[in-house]
């Protein structure tokens, strides 16, 4: 009885001394012998590591890190060649795995984790069109300019105006059809910063509970409240 005792004892100890990590990223990147993985957070404006992990040989990896609330999170590659190899998703408490390869490192990531990554991704998938074609119609723009087709010019410019406020609308209509997921603030401080004050309150005050507590929430509420008062300020 009494050793029983004492290894319940040790093993009461064990478990209170284990460290629970919030969140978990792990996975592979296919074609890596040698670097340094970082897994990075951004803490007062400035983007800060807060687990790496060296590779030599196996192309696995592990990070860990405290979460709060859901946010981004990048996972930075350093390879000793000064090129930018990072990748970003909505992290949340739990597993998160990103599989890639060092040859197209940010490109080919398939990232299994979040339901705010699956809502990141969905919306990013829509942007990356419209990013696209204001690509091109900058290109045709700027080819008029050179061509001094001004007519073209000017045609392609308002073009260019009409995608622009597309754009917008799908990312207003996207945030109202999550307002229930954290992904919905952070992209309002990132793509529609540049909004009416109107449309900020209604988008912020229509939001569940537990986003308004959020990073990003939070966040957003102070935005909004300097936009107010440099509004008030004559």
Known sequence: MKNILILLLLFLAFSCGKTENDLTV??????LKKGTIYLQRISDTTLTAVDSVSILGDSSFELH??????????LYLDKNDNTKNRISFFADKGITEINTSLK???FDAKIIGSKQQEVLSEYNKMIKQFNNKS???IKANFEAQIEQDQVKAD????????????KFKYALNFSMNHLDSEVTPYIVLTDMHNANIKVLDTIYNNLDTKVLSSKYGIELK???????????TP
């Open 26 to 31: 792990k996975g592979t990147i296919k074609g």
């Open 65 to 74: 890190s405290e979460l709060i609330t859901p946010e981004m999170y990048y």
């Open 104 to 106: 197209n490192f940010a």
């Open 135 to 137: 690509l091109d119609l």
């Open 155 to 166: 045609s392609l410019k308002g073009v260019m105006d009409r995608y622009n406020n597309s």
């Open 222 to 232: 102070k935005f909004i409240e300097k936009v107010k008062s440099e509004e008030k």
